[in-house]
């Protein structure tokens, strides 16, 4: 059973790692992607959620920010 969860923790810390490497490397990328995705869903509900959008566009732009930062 602690096998299971030691293999699962250093997967997981795997996939942290190649998320940091990616943020660092592609931030503005993903960044970009995110504000057209962000229109992009506020266009089809007609305006009606932007406020709600743009607070997830924002905090998704500061998570690839601070895992940049953290590959540095």
Known sequence: ???NL????D??????EKA????????????DGL????DFVDD???GKYSDKIDTGVEQ????VERLGDQAS
């Not at 997967?11 to 942290?16: F, H, R, S, T, V």
């Not at 940091?20 to 960044?31: C, S």
């Open 20 to 31: 940091e490497d990616l943020a660092e490397k592609h931030g503005d990328q993903i960044n």
């Open 60 to 63: 998704g732009q500061k998570l």
């Open 35 to 38: 504000d057209k995705a962000g």
């Open 6 to 9: 030691k293999d699962l923790a």
């Open 1 to 3: 059973m602690f096998d």
């Open 11 to 16: 997967k997981a810390g795997d996939l942290k």
């Open 44 to 46: 089809r509900t007609g």
